[in-house]
Structure formats: structure tokens, C-alpha cells
């Protein structure tokens, strides 16, 4: 199936996978990876995320339709006072957002962790919405990160919410490599 074949019929949705539970990232992925199989042309940005050694930037290098873009520093960002330098990354990545949604050739654009850059306010909600807003009829756009906000969650068409019962880190245990990271 040819992702210009496909564009014709496929009507884009907003889908988010927020909550406080783990496994919001690997959701967005996992559907990048399916979509990818399909000859969709896959696009990552990940907002908060840099220079770390995650597990998919090398995975997605074998597989030709998906990219990822990391725009973050390898520090956490700090809610109460984040950095300049996160704010101004976190706005380098929305802005990459709008340049893809320009090029109209992206099939999925996955905003990885930008519910999280707004709640921190980082971006505005309005922002994001407005890049929602802009996309092509046919892009289908996926929003992770913990505290989707409420205007977010309204305007999707799928919301999923990923509930922490247990984690691994409870007991002292870290991210693992090929598991968090």
C-alpha cells in the first residue's frame, strides 16, 4: 500500500496517550512502527529529549519511512524554573512541527512528550493547537506526555490514558536499557 494511495482515502485524527503510567512513548511508537510497515512516511519530534541514548533513534535508522528529531537537552528540565535554553528548544521543536506540516509528505507526525512542554509552559496549549489546527487532512498527529491538557484532550479524536498501578522503580530498580531507554 503506497502511503499517495492511502492519503486519498485516509482521514488524519489527533490521537494523545497521556497519564502517569509508562509506556506512552512505546504506544506512539509502536503505531509509528506499524505505519511505517504500511509505507507511511513516519515523523518523530521529541520535545525534552536529548543526546540520550534511547533505544529507537538506533532502531528507526533500519527502517527507511521513519524519522526521529530530538530537541532537548540530556538534563531534566526543571518545572519551577526551567532554562532558558529549554524553552528555546522546546520552540525550535514546534517550529520543526510546522515545517513538516508544510512539506504535506508526512503521513504520522508523533509530538513525543509535548504535553508535558506545556504543562511546564514551555509552548502555549494555543500553540499546539493551532499546529493541530494547520495540518493536512490527511496527517494523522500523536501528542504524548503526562497532564494532557484539557483544550488538548477536547480536540482529539482518541485519548488513551496509561494508568501507573506498579513500576519496576518502586523497588529501586532504574531504566533499563532496551526497556525505558
Not at 519511512?65 to 532554562?83: A, E, M, Y
Amino acid at each position: 500500500m503506497s502511503s499517495k494511495k492511502t492519503k486519498e482515502k485516509h482521514q488524519g485524527l489527533v490521537q494523545v496517550y497521556t497519564g502517569d503510567g509508562k509506556g506512552k512513548t512505546s504506544a506512539a511508537l509502536g503505531l509509528g512502527l506499524r505505519a511505517a510497515g504500511h509505507g507511511f512516511e513516519v515523523y518523530m519530534i521529541q520535545f525534552m529529549k536529548g543526546q540520550i541514548n534511547y533505544g529507537e533513534l538506533e532502531a528507526v535508522k533500519r527502517i527507511p519511512n521513519f524519522t526521529i528529531r530530538q530537541f532537548g537537552r540530556p538534563d531534566f528540565v526543571d518545572k519551577t524554573k526551567p532554562d532558558p535554553k529549554d524553552i528555546e528548544l522546546a520552540q525550535a521543536a514546534l517550529d520543526h512541527a510546522q515545517e513538516i506540516i508544510k512539506k504535506t509528505n508526512v503521513d504520522f507526525l508523533i509530538l513525543d512528550e509535548v504535553n508535558v512542554a506545556i504543562d511546564f509552559g514551555l509552548v502555549s496549549e494555543q500553540e499546539v493547537i493551532t499546529l493541530i489546527k494547520s495540518r493536512p487532512p490527511h496527517m494523522e498527529i500523536i501528542l504524548t506526555g503526562r497532564y494532557a491538557h484539557p483544550k488538548i484532550v477536547e480536540i482529539a479524536d482518541l485519548v488513551s490514558e496509561v494508568k501507573e498501578v506498579k513500576h519496576p522503580y518502586q523497588k529501586g530498580i532504574g531504566a533499563r536499557r532496551g526497556v525505558e531507554m
